[in-house]
């Protein structure tokens, strides 16, 4: 069964500091990976794709890895800000025309 | 340009009402689907559709129903409102062409079933 997994589920941390957000798939056969940021009361927005031959991209102060041998991707915040509080949602793309497998997200706090 | 536009977004039902969700896009993509969010479940597919007269079922689709006359829009009705039925709605739009086609969200619809 195409299954994304997130984790941590939740996490706190100190403006500044810096995170990384882990997503394991099983998603087979593997297309792409999108990392979406969604904050309290909108809807999600792409922050970054990885492609099966991509193993790191940035994208400001977030950059995204991707092993596609083991299925792992992370996400990691640099000098975390206010503003970065907010869901962030790991979706994988199988090849054909088929529907995007969500993770539940993992909902990061950054507080002063 | 409005990207995915989706009203009402609150809404407040009692049980057995019915009622239709809009959602509109004016980027001409062929691949539209609603999606509920629950505390803890992430988003869950409910129907999708990769063009005009086209709709399947997703992961969750008992309750609702969907048509797709237009590129434009996707409405999802929901004809005997339940309990059960109270989450956030989203809608959201991407190409069809390519397997790395971004989907592009709406706001939101807040939806109370009382």
């Known amino acids: 069964k195409n299954q994304v997994e997130q984790s941590p589920q939740s996490l706190i941390i100190l403006e500044g500091k810096n995170c990384t957000l882990q997503?394991?798939?099983?998603?087979?056969?593997?297309?792409?990976l999108r990392w979406y940021k969604q904050d309290t009361g909108r809807g999600p927005v792409s922050l970054t794709i990885?492609?099966?031959?991509?193993n790191t991209k940035s994208n400001g102060r977030y950059t995204a890895t991707l092993d596609a041998d083991t299925k792992k991707s992370s996400l990691h915040i640099t000098a975390s800000q206010l503003s970065d509080s907010a869901s962030y949602i790991c979706v994988v793309k199988n090849s054909g025309n088929t529907p995007l497998v969500f993770g539940k997200g993992t909902r990061l706090s950054v507080i002063a | 340009n409005a990207g995915v536009t989706q009203t009402p977004k609150f809404q407040v039902l009692k049980t057995g009402q019915s009622m239709t969700l809009q959602c509109a896009q004016d980027?001409?993509?062929?691949?539209m689907s609603w999606y509920r969010q629950d505390p803890g479940m992430g988003l869950r597919l409910i129907h999708y559709?990769?063009?005009?007269?086209?709709?399947d079922q997703g992961e969750v689709p008992n309750g609702y129903n969907v048509s797709r006359s237009t590129t434009e829009d996707f409405p999802l009705r929901l004809l005997s409102a339940a309990p059960s039925q109270t989450s956030v709605y989203f809608c959201a739009s991407s190409w069809t062409g390519g397997n790395s086609a971004e989907a592009f969200f709406g706001q939101g619809t807040r939806l109370t079933v009382v």
């Open positions: 997503c394991n798939y099983t998603v087979s056969p593997f297309s792409n």
């Open positions: 559709s990769v063009g005009a007269g086209i709709t």
């Open positions: 980027m001409n993509h062929e691949y």
């Open positions: 990885m492609t099966f031959s991509e």
